[in-house]
């Protein structure tokens, strides 16, 4: 049998600002292959680290899985940059009933704890960042996931002038699965892969996505995926940030492995922030591009393999 789980790391915190246990099961949704925070036994780990999220209701919500996780008088470290949460990580442990120490160190705030033997406020912060439905999305959702309680502005102007595709293809960062149910609405699509980094997006998809005709996935688009191969389309909005920080390789990342699972004459349809330079990287890697729509900030592209 396995050990015995006793300590938990979530998300990868700068290795110069904490020490880490050897034995920490990684439980970060977006580090794929991770381990559920949220099946931890309550009040059976001696320790968790957290690089806290910078979302109020996901961060409350991580904080009070780990501390419910912890036995009393088990030790929590929490940190966030000052700017993404780190300056009110001592507030919000002072208000489950801990006594933090608080430092600062190289932009960021690093809160210490002894889970104390009673809980304060743990039941709300665990309403709060659990899974929903919302009504004007008509979907199930999740606090922490991209755009959980909205209709992004880019998917929309995409869904405006996405035409009905045909045969088999891919929706590559899929996060609620709004995109895959247009393109599903459409009985000339034979299948659809739904790829996301973030498992609370696939949990999610997977409840909203009700079709026999979708595979949805858990996985890191940086590497290969063995499903992304002779597509006849592709459909994103890819991400911009990684970590809160923008990094623009990582959409062109996107743009490179919708190009490597197309077959020769498959269609990629990307919607993008209007400021992000996509089109050299389209230009070099698909045989004709066209802009469809630009509106709001936003732009969308047709491109042809």
């Not at 049998?1 to 977006?30: F, K, R």
Request: charged letters at 20%; a neutral charge.
């Amino acid at each position: 049998m396995p050990a015995p789980i006793t300590a938990i790391l979530y998300g990868q915190p700068p290795a110069e600002l904490i020490d880490m246990p050897a034995d920490a099961v990684q439980v970060s949704p977006l580090i794929p292959g991770s381990a559920r925070l949220e099946d931890a036994v309550p009040e059976s780990l001696d320790a968790a680290i957290l690089l806290a999220p910078p979302g109020t209701l996901e961060r409350r919500y991580a904080l009070a899985l780990a501390l419910q996780a912890l036995r009393p008088g088990g030790r929590l470290v929490a940190l966030a940059p000052k700017d993404r949460g780190g300056s009110r990580l001592a507030k919000e442990l002072a208000g489950f009933g801990c006594a933090p120490a608080d430092e600062a160190r190289r932009h960021h705030r690093i809160c210490s704890v002894a889970r104390p033997e009673h809980l304060a406020g743990i039941a709300p912060a665990l309403a709060d960042g659990a899974p929903r439905h919302v009504d004007n999305l008509a979907l199930c959702t999740q606090p922490g996931i991209f755009s959980w309680d909205r209709l992004d502005p880019g998917s929309a102007l995409l869904l405006s002038v996405l035409p009905p595709l045909a045969g088999r293809g891919a929706d590559l960062g899929c996060g609620l699965g709004i995109l895959a149910r247009a393109v599903l609405a459409t009985p000339s699509v034979t299948g659809l892969t739904l790829i996301d980094i973030d498992r609370r997006a696939v949990e999610m998809a997977r409840r909203n996505v009700a079709d026999a005709r979708a595979t949805i996935a858990w996985a890191d688009l940086r590497a290969p995926h063995p499903d992304l191969a002779r597509l006849d389309f592709v459909v994103m909005n890819p991400p911009f940030h990684d970590g809160g920080a923008e990094d623009r390789a990582l959409g062109q990342g996107f743009v490179a492995r919708a190009a490597e699972a197309l077959r020769p004459g498959g269609t990629l349809w990307l919607t993008a922030n209007a400021h992000l330079p996509y089109e050299r990287v389209l230009a070099e890697r698909f045989s004709a591009v066209t802009q469809r729509a630009a509106e709001g900030g936003y732009k969308v592209y047709e491109a042809r393999r």
